[in-house]
């Protein structure tokens, strides 16, 4: 398996514009995260989705900020409008049903200019 | 609220000497407790989990223990490499009822040839 996929790895905009970073979760896993990392604040939950559904979005930062899950293979996690104090890593991460264990992709690193 | 603390927020240290990374909970109602590694630009890669059933696990060289009573894991790295170098994270695991990994900031070590 090729473990959590993201896209894109770098993303550098401009104030304003919208932004999606994309994730494929590992197969057969159906626990997908999204955080951010920031040096300020670490490592954050974003949202969390179970079997495709938005069970905690309590840390989505605000309304800018959204989430989907279409199916068990794909999430978005779109900015619109991006800021320059969302500039961040942004990691996906999966976990297949019962286990605690959490597999992360290798991010999307999120600059706004 | 779960707060995980790592200290020191980076260390440095000659090859070939043992070293002990410090986590610490203020939430002891955990499930599991996990060490991370990333590399610079890289997401995370994980080392060891520990349930809460649990006082240690090890892989290879590394070494780690949990102390729900105190509220404390400890990361031991046996005769240090400079590949060892990198961030090194710990993540509470989901409480009863809870699913969200709580993340300390990491300590970032290196290893000096």
């Known amino acids: 398996d090729a473990g959590v996929i993201q896209s894109p790895r770098h993303e550098v905009t401009e104030m304003g514009q919208e932004v999606t970073l994309r994730c494929k979760p590992i197969?057969?896993?159906?626990?997908l995260f999204w955080y951010r990392q920031t040096m300020m604040r670490g490592l954050e939950l974003l949202i969390y989705?179970?079997?495709?559904?938005?069970?905690?979005d309590s840390g989505m930062p605000e309304d800018r900020f959204s989430a989907k899950m279409p199916n068990a293979s794909f999430s978005t996690l779109k900015i619109q409008p991006s800021e320059p104090r969302d500039s961040a890593v942004y990691f996906c991460?999966?976990?297949?049903?019962?286990?605690?264990?959490?597999?992360f992709g290798q991010g999307t690193r999120l600059t706004v200019v | 609220k779960q707060e995980v603390t790592q200290i020191p927020a980076a260390l440095s240290v000659p090859e070939g000497e043992n070293l002990v990374l410090n986590c610490s909970f203020t939430?002891?109602?955990?499930?599991?407790l996990q060490w991370f590694r990333q590399d610079p630009g890289k997401g995370l890669t994980s080392l060891l989990l520990?349930?809460?059933?649990?006082r240690e696990q090890t892989s290879g060289r590394l070494n780690a223990s949990l102390d729900k009573s105190s509220g404390r894991s400890t990361l031991y790295i046996a005769a240090s490499q400079p590949g060892d170098s990198a961030t090194y994270l710990c993540?509470?695991?989901?409480?009863?009822?809870?699913?969200?990994?709580?993340f300390g900031k990491g300590t970032k070590l290196s290893v000096i040839p």
């Open positions: 991460a999966s976990r297949p049903e019962g286990i605690t264990e959490a597999f």
């Open positions: 197969s057969g896993h159906n626990s």
């Open positions: 989705f179970n079997n495709n559904v938005p069970i905690d």
């Open positions: 939430d002891s109602a955990i499930y599991n």
């Open positions: 520990i349930q809460s059933s649990q």
């Open positions: 993540a509470a695991g989901p409480g009863a009822g809870s699913y969200q990994l709580t």
